[in-house]
Antibody, heavy 123, light 110 residues
Framework: EVQLLESGGGVVQPGGSLRLSCAVS????????MTWVRQAPGKGLEWVAS????????YYADAVKGRFTISRDNSKNTLYLRTTSLRAEDTAIYYC????????????????WGQGTLVTVSS | QSVLTQPPSASGTPGQRVTISCSAG????????VHWYQHLPGTAPKVLIY???QRPFGVPDRFSGSKSGTSASLAISGLRSEDEGDYYC???????????FGGGTKVTVL
């Protein structure tokens, strides 16, 4: 069974940092691109970042570019999202999801998704 | 404001058919596949339709997707109480080199 388990969320002050992790099992992690999507309270889904199977190619939403870094450790079957210079508007549940292909392309879809980890940016 | 426009809400009685639209002001829908995600309360989002009209294994055939020009739609036939939740369309934007989601449609079963 494919499983994705996010961790690392919490309460952080504005300007602070957090590293989110997504531990996966049940599939060959190194063969698939991966994605982070977030949902702010009362808002819809928002794509954050994606990474290819090798980690060589990364893509970011304009809202997080320069502040967030997506990475992966294929030896540990783990996806990461390093978040820095956090703002109140970054408060959200962060979901990791498995792409359907090894590269980041529009032909992909996200399946499955994890249960999410909550990041709260507040002083 | 989302690049993809969805109605904020849709509703129907059990057994009815509900249709959710997803439109774009540019050609991003026409240039790429549209995928639909279901997000039920307290659960992880789940893919409902991929590549415009394909249903993953396990998704009932009550759910169907279509695309024409710069818009796409999701239809739910035989509406059931367990369908209550939020539905999102998504597509790849070549100009942004990133994914865009619609604002979401909350489906209510009356």
């Amino acid at each position: 069974e494919v499983q994705l388990l996010e961790s690392g969320g919490g309460v952080v002050q504005p300007g602070g940092s957090l590293r989110l992790s997504c531990a996966v099992s049940g599939f060959n992690f190194f063969n698939y691109a991966m994605t982070w999507v977030r949902q702010a309270p009362g808002k819809g889904l928002e794509w954050v970042a994606s990474i290819s199977d090798s980690g060589d190619d990364t893509y970011y939403a304009d809202a997080v570019k320069g502040r967030f870094t997506i990475s992966r450790d294929n030896s540990k079957n783990t996806l990461y999202l390093r978040t820095t210079s956090l703002r109140a508007e970054d408060t959200a549940i962060y979901y990791c999801a498995k792409d359907s292909w090894n590269v980041v392309r529009g032909v992909n879809w996200f399946d499955p998704w994890g249960q999410g980890t909550l990041v709260t940016v507040s002083s | 404001q989302s690049v993809l426009t969805q109605p904020p809400s849709a509703s129907g009685t059990p057994g009815q058919r509900v249709t959710i639209s997803c439109s774009a002001g540019s050609s991003i829908i026409g240039d790429n596949y549209v995928h639909w995600y279901q997000h039920l309360p307290g659960t992880a989002p789940k893919v409902l339709i991929y590549r415009n009209d394909q249903r993953p294994f396990g998704v009932p055939d009550r759910f169907s997707g279509s695309k024409s020009g710069t818009s796409a739609s999701l239809a739910i036939s035989g509406l059931r109480s367990e369908d209550e939740g939020d539905y999102y369309c998504a597509t790849w934007d070549d100009g942004l080199s990133g994914w865009v989601f619609g604002g979401g449609t909350k489906v209510t079963v009356l």
